[in-house]
Structures are given as C-alpha cells and as structure tokens.
C-alpha cells in the first residue's frame, strides 16, 4: 500500500469523483491487469450503496478484463500524471503489450480486493460490475457499485478535498481533448 | 439571446463538457418552465450524434417538464454563479413557485428550439430526451442526444476553452459538496 493512503467512508465516496474529474479505469484477469485513462466518468448515486458510470469503447481490453472478472476501479491521476494519463488512453495493450512498463504504471491492491490499483493517484473506487446488457451494447456505458474506496489523506480527508494545503502537482485533472487539461482550481463556497 | 454567444458545431460539443463542469438542467412544458443543478452530468458520445447522461431524481420538477416537452438543456454556471447553482439545485418549484424569480434567473431561447436557457451560462447543450425507460426508473438516469450547442465566445472559441484570457468569475464549476465548488483551473497539456 502507498504512504498517505486511507481509507474513505462508502457514504463519503461519491465526492471524490463529484467534481468531475478525469480518471483512470483499471481491471485484471488471469494475471493480467491493464489500465486506460476516462474523462466519461460520473456519479451514479450516493449514500451506503453508490454507484458510478463510465464509458467504455468495445475496441478497450480493459473492457474485456473487467467483464471476465466483474470487477474494476476508478481512480484520480494527478497534474503530475498527464502525460502517463494520456499513454494509458492513447495507446491499446492489443497492439502495446507493455503499455504499463511503457508508461511507468505501477500498481497496488487493497485489503478485501484483486483489483489493480495505479499508485501516484489520489483517490481510488473499487467497484462491482453491475451488468446491463443494453447499455453496454448500445452506449458503451458500465454501471459499477463502489465496495470500498481510498484517497491520499493529503489531499482529501475527513470527507472533503483539500487541495489548497497541498502541493499543485497533486491536484486532479480534467481532459478536454487533445491531451489538454484543466487542473482542479480554487475553492469557491455559494 | 446574449451577447457574445456562438454557436457550436455538434462534433466539438462534447468539448464544453468534457472536462466535468456541474451544469444546470432545464426543461419547459405547457408554459412553465423549471431550471434545476446537477453535478451528475455527463458525456455518453461525440461525433455527429452527441450524446449526454444526466441523473434527476424523481422528485424534481424539471425531470417531469424534460418527460412531457421530450427535450432539455444542460448548460455551464460560472464561477459568478455559485449562489445561483446552490439556490436552483435546493429549492424544489414543487414547494417554491417562484424559485427563478427568487434566485435571479433569466431565461432565452435559441433558434430551432423551445427549450428554455439560463443567461450567464458559458456553454448551452440543447438535447433530445432518448427514452430509457428501465434506467430512468432504476437508477434516475436520463439520455439525451445533442441537436444543437453554444458558447460564451469569450471563454468557448475554435472548439476550445480559453479561460486563461477571461475573468476567472466566467471559470465554470465543479460542485463537491455542501454548497463548495472547485473552479476550473490552470491548464495542462500532456
């Protein structure tokens, strides 16, 4: 397990991915893992049973990984991982076997799951696959319960981001196009 | 309509919402019209046939004018419009009629379209309800399909954002929870 990880509450969880951020989705099976990188990541519901969306192109193998094994997670990559990031979203393990050693991943598993989890992020969702046929032909779309969920206690701790007491390189990112950015800026409170 | 607003071609519209802004919802059926927020928004599909998700609960107003008029836009508050975003996502028109009037919202239209629009915004999706009857009933999730998008061209221009030479008050916004938003920040490139 990485230094400063902690774990977060399942009712807490939702707020690591409610600002939006860009993510990494990552599964194994058979003793394969891979990882590619989202921006279609989102809050599906809240409270003692949440839920996330992603979508996720029938051409991905960690498509393939995640419906062989029913599991998978979500997590944050940082400012500091844009350009691992976009690797992991430009290149395919079908056609770049070592996709993973090509862009310095390295991986984790946390107590209670076999998913492979890409140290450096800040936040991590391991979830449960929730199957629906239809949405996953027709959109691409994948349904996941989160099962347990950890963050980088200096960034996020006691339910609540905490980017300004932390240094800049470990703030979350969100994909526009092109392997452009914007980072997680400036607290404002309504 | 505004001034400064443009239109955007349909295979860049996914842009505006790429990066995981929390958006307003709204809707308008028989006259009455409704505007509700949602950090749960995003995007499903790009290219020529757009797509978006959005989850609204059942006990919004908004989802039952979006499920009468069969359309609805989700469009981008700013960093000016924290009080707004907060104010339209906790009162319901159900207990509060006059809810837009109250919180400062001024709606338009835009050609080809009924569906009315929040003045300030930085980005506007106007999208056809797809009917998903199983994942609106099971997880409040609702599918649209972009017929028609626009931009602040101040912030929005060339298929890109360019928050870097606006006022950080036209940032959009990203909710976490409890009223606090992060503004989009500094952008990166990979």
Not at 102 to 121: D, I, N
Not at 126 to 145: A, M
Request: include cysteine.
């Amino acid at each position: 397990m990485p230094e400063h990880i902690t774990p977060v509450p399942l009712d807490k969880s939702y707020r690591l991915l409610n600002h939006g951020p860009t993510v990494l989705v990552s599964a194994a099976h058979g003793g394969v893992s891979n990882v590619m990188a989202a921006a279609w990541a989102c809050v599906l519901d809240y409270g003692q049973s949440p839920k996330v969306t992603v979508v996720l192109d029938k051409a991905t193998y960690t498509r393939e990984l995640l419906m062989a094994s029913g599991e998978f997670a979500l997590q944050l990559p940082t400012q500091a991982m844009v350009s691992l990031t976009v690797g992991v979203g430009s290149d395919s393990a079908k056609e770049v076997p070592d996709k993973l050693v090509k862009h310095g991943v390295q991986l984790f598993t946390v107590p209670g799951s076999g998913v492979p989890l890409v140290a450096g992020c800040v936040g991590w969702l391991v979830c449960k696959w929730v199957p629906e046929p239809h949405n996953e032909q027709t959109y691409d779309l994948f349904i996941g319960e989160v099962v347990s969920a950890w963050a980088d206690k200096r960034v996020f701790r006691d339910g609540r981001w905490h980017f300004e007491s932390a240094p800049d390189e470990l703030r979350t990112i969100h994909h526009v196009a092109g392997g452009q950015f914007y980072a997680t800026g400036e607290s404002v409170q309504a």
